[in-house]
Nanobody, 122 residues
Framework: QVQLVESGGGLVQPGGSLRLPCAAS????????MGWYRQAPGKQRELVEV???????NYADFVKGRFTISRDNDKNTVYLQMNSLKPEDTAVYYC????????????????WGQGTLVTVSS
């Protein structure tokens, strides 16, 4: 089995910053894409930013110039650095990964974490 564990959420004032780490655990052979989605109250879950195992990123327009994704392949961890936060960034942020495990050899293309709440408010 595999598991994703997020942390780093909390309450921050507008204009502030947060860093969200997400660590994958289990008998991991490889991880293709890792990244972040979010879901605000009353809205559908949406892409924030994802990164491939070779560093190619894909992100939503609202991320430009504010959020940065990075990845430590040795630690099976992905990070989302969020700067210049706005009230509309308030949401539960979910980590997602495409993971292959060793034994039994099996791919899990859609592993989700439990989510971490980010609240941007004064």
């Amino acid at each position: 089995q595999v598991q994703l564990v997020e942390s780093g959420g909390g309450l921050v004032q507008p204009g502030g910053s947060l860093r969200l780490p997400c660590a994958a655990s289990g008998s991991i052979l490889s991880i293709r894409t890792m990244g972040w989605y979010r879901q605000a109250p009353g809205k559908q879950r949406e892409l924030v930013e994802v990164i491939s195992n070779v560093g190619i990123t894909n992100y939503a327009d609202f991320v430009k110039g504010r959020f940065t994704i990075s990845r430590d392949n040795d630690k099976n961890t992905v990070y989302l650095q969020m700067n210049s936060l706005k009230p509309e960034d308030t949401a539960v942020y979910y980590c997602n990964a495409d993971i292959t495990i060793r034994a039994p050899f099996r791919r899990y293309p859609e592993v989700w974490g439990q989510g971490t709440l980010v609240t941007v408010s004064s």
